[in-house]
């Protein structure tokens, strides 16, 4: 039963200021290239990384939503600086980003601040939705009787660094939810006044290929290939 939500709402963030500062964490990274080689990098507002191209020589070093600090300890002003520096330093540069935090175990606390009874075979955890200018929400949701349900995450998207299909939005910001209409309304509300916005998320664990194995041979159980009635007679006379 699907308690008025059979379509689904994808979530746009049209935030204007900020006034809460979201977890993030300092890392310094080195790249090493050859002169004249792309780096792949597509940026947003204040050198906040939007994407980074496949193949590309900061693929897999850089990611979306990390911001430029400095390049060589010299502080990065603009993409001018960044694409000047990275010119004159060839053939390395060591890149100090500040790194959004997309996930983190759930604690005690905000487990009893929502009345969270927790199920068997299920992971939680607190994901955080940071609001990048140039960079799409890109969040589908229906409910499902009392509990929000993820649907889809567009590739590239905020949403697709910490959710996944099949995903249930608990809370936002430590208030218990149980319907799409006032999980939207709180993530935009939440995004429209600050930089971010967490919440508890419910995941079913994978099962491993073990318990996939056992609870097919509990399905097939001890079914033997049944005899013919004159077959059996034949075997007992």
């Not at 990274?29 to 990098?41: A, K, N, S, T, W």
């Not at 890109?138 to 009392?146: A, E, F, T």
């Not at 349900?149 to 939810?177: A, F, N």
Request: proline fraction near 4%.
């Amino acid at each position: 039963m699907v308690d008025g939500s059979e379509e689904e709402d994808i979530f746009e963030d049209d935030a204007t200021a900020s006034v809460f500062v979201p977890p993030t964490y300092r890392i310094t990274v080195q790249i090493d290239y050859e002169e004249g080689e792309p780096f792949g990098i597509e940026f947003g507002k204040n050198l906040t990384v939007l994407d980074v191209k496949k193949e590309m020589r900061a693929d897999g070093i850089l990611y979306p939503g990390d911001v430029i600090i400095s390049i060589n300890d010299v502080i990065v002003e603009d993409q001018v600086q960044f694409y000047d520096l990275i010119k004159r330093l060839f053939p390395m540069v060591k890149i100090e980003v500040e790194r959004k935090l997309w996930k983190t175990p759930l604690t005690d606390i905000r487990a009893r601040q929502i009345g969270l009874v927790a199920k068997r075979h299920h992971q939680y955890f607190i994901a955080y939705l940071h609001r990048i200018d140039g960079m799409k929400l890109g969040l589908s949701v229906r409910q499902i009787h009392d509990q929000v349900v993820v649907t889809k995450c567009k590739d590239g998207s905020i949403v697709s660094k910490c959710y996944q299909e099949g995903d249930h939005i608990l809370d936002v910001d430590g208030v218990r939810v149980y319907s799409k209409a006032d999980a939207k309304e709180r993530i935009i509300a939440g995004l429209r006044s600050a930089s971010c916005v967490s919440t508890v998320v419910e995941r079913k664990e994978p099962e491993d290929s073990t318990s996939i194995s056992n609870r097919v041979l509990l399905l097939v159980g001890d079914r033997n290939p049944k005899m013919a009635p004159d077959a059996i007679k034949n075997w007992t006379t």
